[in-house]
């Protein structure tokens, strides 16, 4: 979940806006999760899954 759609319950405001301690910090530890693809684009993703199928589809047709 990202947190531009959380509501603090501190101030009733957007996490992401910042406005209070609460949600400066809990907008902080959101930000340096570790999500392993979170900061790739859509179309490298795509290019890393093409990447993913040409592999196993070559595997595949060696093996047969």
Do not use: K
């Not at 405001?13 to 392993?36: F, I, K, T, Y």
């Not at 093409?50 to 047969?64: D, G, I, P």
């Amino acid at each position: 979940m990202t947190y531009d759609r959380l509501v603090c319950a501190n101030c009733a405001a957007p996490v992401s806006q910042g406005r209070c301690p609460v949600c400066r910090a809990n907008r902080e530890r959101l930000q340096q999760e570790d999500r392993p693809f979170a900061n790739l684009n859509p179309m490298t993703l795509i290019a890393l899954m093409v990447v993913l199928v040409a592999a196993l589809a070559l595997v595949a047709h060696q093996a047969a």
